[in-house]
T-cell receptor
């Protein structure tokens, strides 16, 4: 089983749609969780950290279920500028390298 | 905010040459930097962890004699791809952690170096 698995995508959605990405991780001892965004031919950039209590940042909501080892990202009211690859990222423990999922590509269409 | 730079941003070279990529943390000190490689439509794969003042730790399957890492100062790590071959063509990205804030650390990525070996 891969360490971090994500929906394969791509997701093609119209502007204004709500889209959800799912991710599972294999290491139950993992400590920190993130969603990164990567634009084509660019480096990943942190979108948001993910907490057990769930957290929201504008149109973006992230959830973590430690029991199920499952992470989600919800994007409401999609914008054209949201088109990118979304990477689910897990940190096994402090000061260890991040482990990346393959990413899910999102295309928001006008 | 913290910035990590990489140089060069892209390289085209002939097979058999060596290529050096620099990764710098511009406004913070990084005792640890990470080197990743990303092939098209693939995830970032960790190659090695670069430790200031000591040897790098390589991931399984990454040849340490081919991918030389030097972390000579708290703000600079270099990756040298020796005797590059076409299969080494990839997007190389470094990252560094800023621990100075005391809160949950943030890992910053460099802009990446795109290597094409002919």
């Amino acid at each position: 089983r891969k360490e971090v698995e994500q929906d394969p995508g791509p997701f093609n959605v119209p502007e204004g749609a709500t889209v959800a990405f799912n991710c599972t991780y294999s290491n139950s001892a993992s400590q920190s969780f993130f969603w990164y965004r990567q634009d084509c031919r660019k480096e990943p950039k942190l979108l948001m950290s993910v907490y057990s209590s769930g957290n929201e940042d504008g149109r973006f909501t992230a959830q973590l279920n430690r029991a199920s080892q499952y992470i989600s990202l919800l994007i409401r009211d999609s914008k054209l500028s949201d088109s990118a690859t979304y990477l689910c990222v897990v940190e096994p423990s402090g000061n260890t390298p991040l482990v990346f999922g393959k990413g899910t590509r999102l295309s928001v269409i006008a | 905010g913290a910035v990590v730079s990489q140089h060069p941003s892209r390289v085209i070279c002939k097979s058999g040459t060596s290529v050096k990529i620099e990764c710098r943390s511009l406004d913070f000190q990084a005792t640890t930097m990470f080197w990743y490689r990303q092939f098209p439509k693939q995830s970032l794969m960790l190659m090695a962890t670069s430790n200031e003042g000591s040897k790098a730790t390589y991931e399984q399957g990454v040849e340490k004699d081919k991918f030389l890492i030097n972390h000579a100062s708290l703000t600079l790590s270099t990756l040298t791809v020796t005797s590059a071959h076409p299969e080494d063509s990839s997007f190389y990205i470094c990252s560094a952690r800023d621990w100075s804030g005391g809160a949950q650390e943030t890992q910053y990525f460099g802009p990446g170096t795109r290597l094409l070996v002919l």
